[in-house]
């Protein structure tokens, strides 16, 4: 048993060492594409470019389709996390801060409920996190929102079923 839980950790590892390389090839171009590599660093605004104005930003949903290809179910929530993070950079006042908030929380809640663990569902927020706040400007927006969040001293709390919190 001792030997199978080595194993299984090992494989671990060996998926977050790979999710680690596949994200530092991210800001290029697949190979064989002819589309042009969208920069995100260059935004003068929160939002950045997004042309089907779907509200994720365009290297956003690129990197979330191309990290998680044969994974639906956190593909979803972290498009919806993307959604939450960029509403948690614009949000205007603490009613809109908390808003934000429980749109990220639930993304955290649905994907509990479909057997991701919540060390698990951090690790790939965190990838979508680095990626999306990557301008002076954003980072000033989250911190900002983040740091009245904290001084606001609100728990978290999760008041329904875990799956209830997903969208269908």
Same mark, same amino acid.
């Given at each position: !048993?001792?030997?199978? =839980?080595?194993?299984? !950790? %090992?494989?671990?590892?060996?998926?977050? @060492?790979?999710? +680690?390389?596949?994200?530092?090839?991210? %800001?290029? /171009?697949?190979?064989?594409?002819?589309?042009?590599?969208?920069?995100?660093?260059? *935004?003068? =605004?929160?939002?950045?470019?997004?042309?089907?104005?779907?509200? @994720?930003?365009?290297?956003?949903?690129?990197?979330?389709?191309?990290? #998680? $290809?044969?994974? $639906?179910?956190?593909?979803?929530?972290?498009?919806?996390?993307?959604? +939450?993070? *960029?509403?948690? !950079?614009? &949000?205007?006042?603490?009613?809109?801060?908390?808003?934000?908030? &429980?749109? !990220?929380?639930?993304?955290?809640?649905?994907?509990? &409920?479909?057997?991701?663990?919540? *060390?698990?569902?951090?690790?790939?927020?965190?990838? @979508?996190?680095?990626?999306? @706040? %990557?301008?002076?400007?954003?980072?000033?927006? +989250?911190?900002?929102?983040?740091?009245?969040? /904290?001084? +606001?001293?609100? $728990?978290? %709390?999760?008041?329904? $079923?875990?799956?209830? #919190?997903?969208?269908?």
């Amino acid at each position: !048993m001792r030997k199978l =839980t080595g194993t299984i !950790m %090992n494989f671990k590892h060996s998926l977050w @060492v790979l999710m +680690a390389a596949m994200i530092s090839l991210s %800001n290029t /171009s697949l190979a064989g594409s002819t589309e042009r590599t969208y920069d995100s660093t260059l *935004d003068k =605004t929160i939002l950045g470019q997004d042309l089907d104005e779907d509200g @994720v930003r365009d290297d956003i949903e690129s990197f979330i389709s191309y990290t #998680y $290809p044969g994974s $639906p179910i956190i593909r979803d929530q972290m498009i919806r996390y993307s959604k +939450a993070l *960029d509403a948690l !950079m614009l &949000s205007k006042g603490m009613n809109e801060i908390l808003k934000a908030s &429980s749109q !990220m929380d639930a993304t955290k809640y649905c994907a509990i &409920s479909k057997g991701y663990t919540i *060390d698990e569902f951090i690790q790939h927020t965190r990838f @979508v996190y680095e990626k999306q @706040v %990557n301008t002076s400007s954003r980072i000033i927006a +989250a911190a900002k929102s983040e740091r009245a969040l /904290s001084y +606001a001293s609100i $728990p978290s %709390n999760r008041t329904k $079923p875990y799956s209830s #919190y997903c969208e269908d």
